[in-house]
């Protein structure tokens, strides 16, 4: 779902840590050096990385094009090939077939099992086109603050994973207690009520 | 600060608190709302509320749907011992309406719909539609922010246990 979109989902963080001056370039190179690549017509299965918010098929970290005002507006595509188990099962039966008749042999190792298996997923991947999930993200990174439009889990994971690489910079969930703890203003007192609370009981 | 992993757990049903005590406020007390929005017009429930009721390992789940979905089952769920777990909240800001769904939990948003803005029809218009959605994103995650705190603060000080519980519990029994 696009940040433009009339309907959205957003998971919001609070941006730990510090980038190097002078900033703008820094994360210009980390968004370059992390930008997702084309695994059509490879073996790889899946691809995570940086895209441009306007032309998510094509990125291009050049210039200033994902600035805007005072937030850094991109995304995060992940490129996922997918293909039934029983497609797999088919060509792992016919090409075991192959073989055995090949060899005169009426077994094969577990090896040779494996083997054969991994031979099919990787034609399989270079077969399949890859379907890609884009998901916008809004980063106000004077006031640490980023909104990522998806609330999945897998995606939400693989954006932390992928921020803290490109960026060495670690995002928190903004959850209840994060909430609180961060975004609050409580005291170090309060804080410490905090860690004691225990659920409420509005009944009896 | 403690583990994001340990602190979800451990912490959640302070996000259910939250939406219990949202419900409660929107009844009983919405003039809290305009200390986080002056401009506010108004801030309802609305077409959807989950609540849970968690029995050791199990959860009881009951959803109401609806625009004009009455409210009487959630609030004999509330009184059996379940709390609001995800809202459908209506806000209206100066002339403007916004409607999302709030998880307890997590306090994340989905279903947002923010003011409509028109298509942008060249390079040059994407900038300003692009800033104009993000000051209506900005908005309404400010302002549940504010209400937050506002939650939390009242949460952790005496006044919680000395007066709100008994406030909230006189709402659950009162006649509708």
Known sequence: MGLLSASNSIT?????????????????????????????????EKAVGWTSFENPYQPDFNGSNYVYGAYLVFALRIDKKTFSPKVVKKHFMIESARRLSESGRNFLSRNEKQTIKDQVIDR??????????VYDIIWNFEDSV????????????ELETLFLRSFDLTLIRVIPYTAAHLNSGLTDAEKDILLKLTPTHFTG | MLDIAVAYNRFKFLGDEFLTWLWF????????????????TSFEIGSRMVL????????????????????????????????????NLVYRSAQQKWQFTLKGESL???????????APESADELEARVLEKIFL??????????????????????????????????????ER
């Open chain 1, 12 to 44: 919001r963080y609070k941006v730990e840590g510090r980038l190097k001056a002078p900033v703008l370039e820094t994360i210009a190179a980390a968004l370059k050096k992390n930008a997702i690549g084309e695994i059509d017509e490879q073996t790889q």
């Open chain 1, 124 to 133: 399989l991947n270079i077969k399949v086109p890859s379907t890609p999930h």
């Open chain 1, 146 to 157: 980023l909104w990522f439009f998806s609330n999945l889990k897998a995606a939400n994971e």
């Open chain 2, 25 to 40: 406020v929107i009844e009983q007390d919405p003039a809290v709302f305009k200390n986080a929005d002056p401009d506010l």
């Open chain 2, 52 to 87: 849970e009721k968690k029995h050791k390992k199990a959860v009881e789940r009951i959803t109401i749907k609806g625009e004009d979905a009455g409210l009487e089952e959630a609030r004999v769920a509330l009184k059996n011992g379940a709390l609001v777990a995800e809202l």
């Open chain 2, 108 to 118: 994340n948003l989905s279903s947002l719909q923010t003011p409509k803005i028109s």
């Open chain 2, 137 to 174: 994103y900005d908005k309404i995650l400010q302002f549940l922010a504010k209400l937050y705190n506002t939650f939390i603060k009242l949460r952790i000080s005496s006044r919680w246990q000395r007066r709100e519980i008994s406030l909230i519990k006189k709402w659950l029994d009162s």
